[in-house]
């Protein structure tokens, strides 16, 4: 079975993004750095989890949670210019991209919720 696409995109975000965070300032990056590095991970451990799950709802919509505290761990990174602008918006781009595939995962499963409740 291949992968999901939202599998690759956050597996390639995490080869892109840990490089970078370990190379996060020692006062940054055992606090912040690490902290998205646990979240990306966790982030693409529970995509492939959902993927099996029976109840896939309530775990997506935690995951859509994780990916905004993501999103603003990121901006706090330009903000104390840690990352460069380019940077930022590279994996800015990464993120919204992860973001439309998991709202569109979300939608599917209400759906099917919306239509067992109906049967």
């Not at 693409?44 to 505290?69: G, H, S």
């Amino acid at each position: 079975m291949s992968d999901l696409p939202i599998v690759q995109k956050t597996y390639d975000l995490i080869k892109w993004y840990v490089p970078i965070l370990n190379r996060l300032p020692r006062d940054h990056r055992f606090s912040l750095g690490e902290r998205m590095i646990a979240g990306l991970y966790d982030l693409l451990e529970n995509l492939i989890l959902a993927r099996y799950a029976k109840d896939k709802l309530a775990l997506l919509e935690t995951l859509n949670a994780k990916l905004d505290v993501l999103r603003h761990q990121t901006r706090l990174l330009l903000d104390f210019q840690l990352i460069q602008v380019e940077r930022y918006e590279y994996v800015g781009k990464l993120m919204n991209e992860i973001g439309s595939e998991l709202g569109g995962w979300i939608k599917q499963q209400l759906n099917k919720v919306k239509s067992n409740l109906h049967q």
